[in-house]
Every structure is written in C-alpha cells, then in structure tokens.
T-cell receptor
Framework: EADIYQTPRYLVIGTGKKITLECSQTMGHDKMYWYQQDPGMELHLIHYSYGVNSTEKGDLSSESTVSRIRTEHFPLTLESARPSHTSQYLC???????????FGEGSRLTVL | KNQVEQSPQSLIILEGKNCTLQCNYTVSPFSNLRWYKQDTGRGPVSLTIMTFSENTKSNGRYTATLDADTKQSSLHITASQLSDSASYICVVSDRGSTLGRLYFGRGTQLTVWP
C-alpha cells in the first residue's frame, strides 16, 4: 500500500479564498506530481518536481503554484479560488521517471 | 499526435462474468504501458506495467496483454466481483526524453451487478 497522503479530502470554499492542498509521502521518492481530473476525463499534469527546490509546470495551464522545500512534502496553493478551479486534484510520487506512480486519495475542491 | 484511446467508455456486467477492456495508443517512441484501477472518489492504483518486450502480465484476476506492433493493449478481468466496479485507466509512457512523459486515457467505467 502506497504511503502518500492528501488533505483535505473534500473542500468547499467561496470565490476569492486562498487554499492550500497538502500532499506528503513517506517513501522517500524524489519525483512528485499534481494532476487535475474532471469527471469522465483523463488526468492532466499541472505541476511536477524532481527534487527539493525544483518545480516545473505541467501540460495543463494552471493558476496554482507549488513548492518543494522538503522531499516528502509538495503542497499546491491557489491564491484566489474561482469556480473554474472546481475539480479533483491528485498528488502522486515515483522513485524514477517515468517510473511507477503512487497516487494519493485526491482532494475534491468545490469553489462556489 | 500522441494519444491513448480506450473502449468501451462504459461497461456493465454481471458478477462472476469475464470482461475485456481495450486500449489503443499512438504514443511514439514507446516506453511502457500501465493499467490503473480507480475507485470512485479515490486515487488510481497500479494494476500492471509492461515494457516493449512483455506480451502478457497478470495480477490476480487481472491479465493485461500488449501488442507493440499494432499498438494495442487489453485488460482481461476474470470472474468479476462487485469490488471490480471502478474506472480502469490505460497510461502510456514515451521515451522521447530521459524524463519520459505519460499519456492518459479517459478510462473505461466498469459496473459489476450482483
């Protein structure tokens, strides 16, 4: 069983609020990723990191930002949430690229 | 354009029956192909991962096949159980760079009825 955790699992907030989605893994993986997934659609990569102090934007443009200060921690932040940000956000990690991905349970965000 | 197409989009079967899900891809150059199971509201969980040289790989009641020549893969589920109800996602990785890139299908939504 993968040791990667996301909080919160569910979040409902109003427009304009700042939110941070937390992601932590205890497997010592260097590579971490954030994906966005809408119902019935494929996962889209929005951010990735291949190590501490290394972050890159993914294929899907996103107004969110990420940081990687510690190996085990890869939080995602939205400075001002909008209804268009409503989606499921999945965090994943791997020990190599493109290695096997281990996913967290996801954070479902609803912006009213 | 690199793509991953899955069929059918959804499938309903009775408990105990077998089923086969399809994945066609155009990703090139090919590195590996993965199948993930995603329960509703949960994160995907890896079932199998196959490289170019592997034709078949099993994980319990799940058997994946790969034909790299025709760029097709299938996932066969034997003696289905209610807990098999989930979305099954095909993911293909390229080897165009040392980092690799993943291409996701939209998944097949499987429902198993008692």
């Amino acid at each position: 069983e993968a040791d990667i955790y996301q909080t919160p699992r569910y979040l409902v907030i109003g427009t304009g609020k700042k939110i941070t989605l937390e992601c932590s893994q205890t497997m010592g993986h260097d590579k971490m990723y954030w994906y966005q997934q809408d119902p019935g659609m494929e996962l889209h990569l929005i951010h990735y990191s291949y190590g501490v102090n290394s972050t890159e934007k993914g294929d899907l443009s996103s107004e969110s930002t990420v940081s990687r200060i510690r190996t085990e921690h890869f939080p995602l932040t939205l400075e001002s949430a909008r209804p268009s940000h409503t989606s499921q956000y999945l965090c994943a990690s791997s020990d190599s690229a493109p290695g096997e991905l281990f996913f967290g349970e996801g954070s479902r965000l609803t912006v009213l | 354009k690199n793509q991953v197409e899955q069929s059918p989009q959804s499938l309903i079967i009775l408990e105990g029956k077998n089923c086969t899900l399809q994945c066609n891809y155009t990703v090139s150059p090919f590195s590996n192909l993965r199948w993930y199971k995603q329960d509703t509201g949960r994160g995907p969980v890896s079932l199998t991962i196959m490289t170019f040289s592997e034709n078949t790989k099993s994980n319990g009641r799940y058997t994946a096949t790969l034909d790299a020549d025709t760029k097709q893969s299938s996932l066969h589920i034997t003696a289905s159980q209610l807990s098999d109800s989930a979305s099954y996602i095909c993911v293909v990785s390229d080897r165009g760079s040392t980092l690799g890139r993943l291409y996701f299908g939209r998944g097949t939504q499987l429902t198993v009825w008692p």
